[in-house]
């Protein structure tokens, strides 16, 4: 039961800090930024082996 007590507001802020990130945007800048990452990765990776 202690151990529950003690993780309960952490679990709480972090929800919370999700929260505003979402409001302010930067989750979906995220999602932009690693959708356009993933996108490269796989070209880069389909000319690392003439690259090389």
Do not use: C, D, H, Y
């Not at 679990?11 to 929260?19: D, H, N, Q, R, S």
């Not at 979402?22 to 690392?48: D, H």
Request: glycine share 6%; charged share 10%.
């Amino acid at each position: 039961m202690v151990v529950f007590v003690q993780i309960l507001p952490l679990v709480a802020g972090l929800f919370l800090l999700i929260e505003a990130l979402t409001k302010m945007g930067v989750t979906r800048w995220l999602t932009i930024l690693l959708n356009a990452g993933a996108a490269q990765s796989a070209n880069r990776t389909a000319w690392a082996p003439i690259l090389r």
